[in-house]
């Protein structure tokens, strides 16, 4: 049974940082994985989608890693600034329709 | 503007009654869900539907039932079956196979009083 990690929970970093999220999945036997921001109260955005294939997916500040025979992708977020301040979620689809989420990185960006 | 509507945002019922959340996609998309979010637990998927007229349990589905009779539409009733409703409930939809990225609605937040 697929089983989806994210460490840590939450992570305070003053702004201007550079961070890195961390994503670990049980079988690798993947589709894709997407890492997703949400805000309090509010649905989840797509930040980044990687497919099987793909080693990595950059948009702006953001790059996301993946390493299959790991287990493990990582979010590089780049010069972090308080706007960037959500839970961060990765979700791994194993080509069933049941994507499989981890619960959160609670990210806050100190001014 | 493409995207997904869930609707009430908000929604109070009382224990006992039967409550229907509404979710609307004009992306075009073939594949829908109903996700459930608790404090502090992962997404837990309620049902899913891969085509119009088809639909499959996801990992909670007591006490939930769903309907998509029209591509565009697939909404979530819960029933007073479910024990534990009060929640956040999230909509998504893909456009289907290997290569589908999930989009999501802003979802409805559901307390039983």
């Known amino acids: 049974k697929q089983e989806v990690t994210q460490i840590p929970a939450a992570l305070s970093v003053p702004e201007g940082e550079n961070l890195v999220l961390n994503c670990s999945f049980t079988?690798?036997?993947?589709?894709?994985l997407q890492w997703f921001r949400q805000d309090p109260g509010k649905g989840l955005t797509s930040l980044l989608l990687i497919q099987s294939s793909q080693r990595e997916q950059t948009s702006g500040r953001l790059n996301a890693s993946l390493d299959k025979s790991s287990g493990r992708s990582t979010l590089y977020i780049a010069a972090s600034q308080p706007g960037d301040s959500a839970t961060y979620l990765c979700?791994?689809?194993?080509?069933?329709?049941?994507?499989?989420f981890g619960t959160g990185t609670r990210l806050k960006v100190l001014a | 503007d493409g995207g997904i509507t869930q609707s009430p945002k908000y929604l109070f019922r009382k224990e006992g009654q039967n409550v229907t959340l509404s979710c609307e996609q004009n992306?075009?998309?073939?594949?829908m869900y109903w996700y459930r979010q608790d404090p502090g637990q992962g997404l837990r998927l309620i049902y899913y539907s891969q085509i119009v007229n088809d639909f499959q349990k996801g990992d909670i589905a007591e006490g939930y039932s769903v309907s998509r009779e029209k591509k565009e539409s697939f909404p979530l009733t819960v029933t007073s079956a479910q024990k534990n409703p009060t929640a956040f409930y999230l909509c998504a939809s893909s456009i289907g196979g290997i290569t589908g990225e999930l989009f999501f609605g802003e979802g409805s937040r559901l307390t039983v009083l």
């Open positions: 979700a791994v689809d194993s080509g069933t329709y049941k994507y499989i």
């Open positions: 992306l075009n998309h073939d594949a």
């Open positions: 079988d690798s036997a993947i589709y894709n």
